[in-house]
Nanobody, 123 residues
């Protein structure tokens, strides 16, 4: 059973940066995709970015392209989301998710989820 644990959230001012981490355990990630989603109060969970574990191929939502970078450390089984130039609209709970043999941006495609970490951007 795959387990995901996020860390790195917090409070930051607009224009600032944060790096989220997602530590994975319980599976062999050679065929997995890891993704980040976020959910703001009263809104649906939305896709942020994803990375194919073996190739490092990435894909981003338009709203974060050029500001966020997803990466992974194979040796540590850990994924990262570097968030720069943060905006008020980035405030949300951020979740990492994992799935085998898929490369999609819909929450339904991911059976494994972390508990979420709060990111709050203030002016």
């Amino acid at each position: 059973q795959v387990q995901l644990v996020e860390s790195g959230g917090g409070l930051v001012q607009t224009g600032g940066s944060l790096r989220l981490s997602c530590a994975a355990s319980g599976g062999t990630f050679s065929s997995y995709t890891m993704a980040w989603f976020r959910q703001a109060p009263g809104k649906e969970r939305e896709f942020v970015a994803r990375i194919r574990w073996t190739t490092g191929r990435t894909y981003y939502a338009n709203s974060v392209k050029g500001r966020f970078t997803i990466s992974r450390d194979n040796a540590k089984n850990t994924g990262y989301l570097q968030m720069n130039s943060l905006e008020l609209e980035d405030t949300a709970v951020y979740y990492c998710a994992a799935a085998s043999l898929v490369f999609v941006d819909t929450p339904d495609g991911y059976p494994y989820w972390g508990q979420g970490t709060q990111v709050t951007v203030s002016s």
